[in-house]
């Protein structure tokens, strides 16, 4: 049974994933085990069930996770000749030069690229000094100046080479030649914009007492979540831990008490003219029947989310306002006697149950509503 073994697995790479993502050794490659095994599951969840865009932004929270020698590897795939080799000189007197340059090498991601002070390099001081631009030499050895060269370093990137592609176009190139002429004659105002970016050593991992921290951190979620299911409770005196640092974990959606309350709605209405039509249905004939798909009943994941609010007690008062809606939406676009008069929002309860037992249905009336003042 493909549902029995998913199951299973999944419990398995709930239970065992956090703590295989701990190991400290082989933990690069254990950890991209882990994250692999989670995007599946999401991606089996997609695949099942109608939650939204959950399985989405769960994907995407883990990309953060991947350990840098997934990075190493998609980047030596990128490093194509035409993006490796490139050299990048700059005005080694002017702070600002520095700073942009850097800030480029960071966030371009273009791998394997150098920068050096133009006046390191007989070739490239002689170009800078007659030119009064930045230097970029590829990887044959060919030099470009001032905008193209900016350009030529964002075609390089595997991220930014489609920007690299739109700055190509006239006139884009005659406005960003213009541009940098008058960024490099007025180097001491734009500098002002980097001012405060001061450079610092480059550290790799968390001080002492930011990892002891964060093991204090885990361990007081894992007791808060213990005592959400065991006859204990967190103590006053750490309680307010929780609240303060948001720490304060738990996923009530499927354990220990999951949602049994399932179902669909029908609208009967009544138009001017003595039709009776299903408003919820676009004036289809009523059909209390299950529908087969009971997500496509809703228009997209916001309303799905809005109507089953309106099912909860809490959510009374927005009924009103949903009716209200509801006539406007109808009365707007029809003629004189199709008009919606009056209507019932039922939501048709289908309460599950364990062991695969067939519910009892039961027609739950939310609110009754009238588009006109009752004579």
Not at 75 to 102: H, M, Q
Not at 111 to 129: H, K, M, S, W
Not at 178 to 203: D, G, I
Not at 264 to 272: A, D, E, F, Q, S
Request: hydrophobic residues 45%; glycine residues 6%.
């Amino acid at each position: 049974d493909i549902l029995a073994v998913m199951t299973a697995a999944t419990l398995w790479a709930e239970f065992a994933g956090p703590a295989l993502a701990f190991i400290p050794c082989f933990n690069g490659q254990i950890r991209l085990v882990v994250i692999v095994a989670f995007i599946s599951l999401h991606i089996g969840i997609a695949l099942t069930l109608n939650i939204g865009f959950f399985p989405i932004v769960s994907i995407i929270s883990l990309i953060v996770f991947l350990p840098g020698l997934f990075w190493d590897k998609l980047f030596s795939r990128l490093a194509i000749p035409s993006r490796t080799g490139l050299k990048i000189y700059y005005d080694g007197e002017c702070n600002f030069c520095w700073k942009i340059v850097s800030l480029m090498r960071t966030f371009l991601l273009v791998p394997g690229v150098r920068t050096y002070p133009a006046q390191n390099d007989a070739l490239a001081n002689e170009i800078f000094q007659n030119n009064n631009s930045w230097v970029v030499m590829d990887h044959n050895g060919t030099t470009h100046i001032g905008f193209p060269a900016f350009i030529y370093v964002l075609r390089s990137s595997p991220l930014f080479w489609p920007v690299g592609m739109l700055l190509c176009i006239p006139p884009i190139p005659w406005a960003g030649n213009r541009l940098y002429r008058l960024t490099a004659e007025h180097r001491e105002v734009f500098s002002q914009l980097t001012a405060f970016l001061s450079f610092r050593p480059l550290k790799i991992g968390l001080p002492v007492w930011a990892q002891a921290l964060a093991v204090l951190f885990l361990a007081f979620i894992i007791y808060w979540n213990i005592a959400l299911v065991q006859p204990v409770s967190v103590a006053p005196q750490v309680r307010w831990i929780g609240p303060i640092f948001r720490i304060y974990q738990n996923w009530a959606l499927f354990a220990p008490y999951p949602l049994r309350d399932d179902g669909w709605y029908v609208i009967p209405g009544k138009l001017r003219n003595g039709q009776e039509i299903d408003v919820y249905q676009d004036g289809e004939q009523v059909n209390w029947a299950k529908p087969e798909h009971v997500a496509t009943t809703y228009d997209n994941n916001r309303w799905r989310k809005y109507m089953m609010n309106i099912w909860k007690k809490k959510f009374y008062p927005q009924r009103l306002y949903y009716g209200k809606y509801l006539c406007r939406e109808w009365n707007s676009n029809v003629q004189d006697g199709q008009q919606l008069e009056t209507f019932d929002i039922y939501f048709v309860l289908e309460t599950t149950l364990p062991n695969f037992q067939k519910p009892e249905l039961e027609r739950v009336r939310l609110w009754s509503h009238y588009c006109f003042a009752p004579k």
